[in-house]
Each structure stands twice: as C-alpha cells, then as structure tokens.
C-alpha cells in the first residue's frame, strides 16, 4: 500500500481564493482525519469520517472550512476564501478503529499570501 | 479532554547519548502514540502503545497505565535521529482522534 496519500504537498494562493485539499486513505482504513498545524497551535483535528460520514466537526475554525468523504478512497478540505491565517500545514490520516494503526499523510503546506 | 504534557521541549545532545522523552496524560486512554516529524516532513508513527514497552531498534518506549506516563528512549543516539517527538493519546469510546503534545525539539550534535 502506498500509505495516505495527499496532494498537493504545497500550495500558494491568494487571499480570497479558493483552495482544495485532497486526500486519499489507505485502503480498508474505516476512518478518516483531517488536522492542521501551526507552530502556535500545534496538531489540531479539524474534522474526521467514520464509514464516510462525518462524526465531529466541532474542530472546523470557521464556516469557511468545509470537508467532503465521497467515497471511501477519497476526501476533500476546502476554505473558501481562504485568508493569511489559514496558513499552516495540513495532514490528512487514516485509521481502522478509530485510534489504532495510525497512519499519515506527507501534509499539505498551505500558503495564504 | 485529555491534557498531554511533554518535557523537555527542547532537548540538544552528543552523539552516542542516551536520551529520554517523557509524555504525561490526564486521563485514562486507550492507546498512545510516539510520532517523528523531522523537519519540513511528514509524520511518521514510532510506536503504539497500550502497555508494557516495546522496542525498535534504538528505539524504546515504556508506558505506566497507572501513573499516566510514558517514555521514549532513544539509545546511541545519532545526528539522524534529530526531529521533533511528538506523543500522541487516544482516548477511545467515540474514536474522537488523537489528542497531542506539543513536541520535543531534539538536536543530536555530532
């Protein structure tokens, strides 16, 4: 298996602009996180599946944060519009049984100029 | 919510030192995690832990379920394994994710 895959592994964009992360779990994994770090912060979930649902979201910062699991191969993390703020790098992992056989993506550096 | 307490946060030592990092939790967990993150890299996953200790190379880890505690060690130590430690808790019922530490900053001189 080729382990979480996530893309792409870094992004520049404007303020206002649009940006979509992309993630792609190991196969048979049954949940799905995405979190975010920052140097002040630290690791945060944001949000995470279960079974393709969304279970808690309570870790999404703001509305402008959205996050889809169309399938069980393939989630999405969007901020629209994105600001400076949202800078940070963004990993995506993947899980059987919730916290248990832990696996990460390389991360998303995301920079909101 | 569990609080998760690493010490040190920074650490610098020669090569061939032993090194311990030391991770403490509130409360009571399903699971913990030793994670590596060297820097502008991805994360990998060093251990996971219920009980006892488990071993990896240079690499140990303890846990004491009843004292909210663990440790990971670090034996010979080499340049290479300069990175950033991070423990992670899982505290389970409801598979909420993990829950981290802040990270050890650790600087192996050669």
């Known amino acids: 298996d080729a382990g979480v895959i996530q893309s792409p592994r870094h992004e520049v964009t404007e303020m206002g602009q649009e940006v979509t992360l992309r993630c792609k779990p190991i196969?048979?994994?049954?949940?799905l996180f995405w979190y975010r770090q920052t140097m002040m912060r630290g690791l945060e979930l944001l949000i995470y599946?279960?079974?393709?649902?969304?279970?808690?979201d309570s870790g999404m910062p703001e509305d402008r944060f959205s996050a889809k699991m169309p399938n069980a191969s393939f989630s999405t993390l969007k901020i629209q519009p994105s600001e400076p703020r949202d800078s940070a790098v963004y990993f995506c992992?993947?899980?059987?049984?919730?916290?248990?056989?832990?696996?990460f993506g390389s991360g998303t550096r995301l920079t909101v100029v | 919510k569990n609080e998760v307490e690493q010490s040190p946060q920074n650490l610098t030592a020669q090569e061939g030192e032993f090194i311990t990092i030391n991770c403490s939790y509130s409360?009571?967990?399903?699971?913990l995690h030793w994670l590596q993150q060297h820097p502008g890299g991805g994360i990998v996953s060093l251990f996971m832990?219920?009980?006892g200790k488990k071993k990896h190379g240079r690499l140990i880890a303890t846990i004491n379920i009843q004292e909210k505690h663990s440790s990971l060690h670090i034996t010979a130590s080499h340049p290479r394994d300069s990175a950033v430690y991070i423990c992670?808790?899982?505290?389970?019922?409801?598979?909420?994710?993990?829950?981290f530490g802040k990270g050890t900053h650790l600087i192996i001189q050669p």
């Open positions: 992670a808790v899982y505290s389970g019922g409801g598979a909420d994710g993990l829950t």
């Open positions: 409360v009571g967990i399903s699971a």
């Open positions: 599946f279960n079974n393709n649902v969304p279970i808690d």
């Open positions: 992992a993947s899980s059987w049984t919730g916290g248990y056989g832990y696996t």
């Open positions: 832990l219920s009980s």
């Open positions: 196969s048979g994994h049954d949940y």
